[in-house]
């Protein structure tokens, strides 16, 4: 089994930064594509970035030019670095890990707030 575990976030002011960080238990980290999801309240769950181990790298238009997500296959470790943070970044944060070789395969951790506010 997949195990994830989100930590970082908080209350931040606009133009604030984070960085949000996504701890992984399992076997092969590596063969995993690893992402960042969110869900504000009243919307529906959101992709903001993922990444594959040694490839493509897919952002939301949203974010693009201000979040950054990397990895590390080592320490079994996905990050996402938020910059210029607006208030409708606020949202509950999730880290997902997906097989791509095992169909419908999505693993998901518990999440972490952060809060944009002034």
């Known amino acids: 089994q997949v195990q994830l575990v989100e930590s970082g976030g908080g209350l931040v002011q606009p133009g604030g930064s984070l960085r949000l960080s996504c701890a992984f238990s399992g076997s092969i980290f590596s063969i995993y594509v690893m992402g960042w999801y969110r869900q504000a309240p009243g919307k529906q769950r959101e992709l903001v970035a993922d990444i594959t181990s040694g490839g493509p790298i897919n952002y939301a238009d949203s974010v693009k030019g201000r979040f950054t997500i990397s990895r590390d296959n080592a320490k079994k470790m996905v990050y996402l670095q938020m910059n210029s943070l607006k208030p409708e970044d606020t949202a509950a944060y999730y880290c997902?890990?997906?097989?791509?070789?095992?169909?419908?395969?999505?693993?998901w951790g518990q999440g972490t707030q952060v809060t944009v506010s002034s």
């Open positions: 997902n890990a997906r097989n791509p070789l095992v169909r419908s395969s999505s693993n």
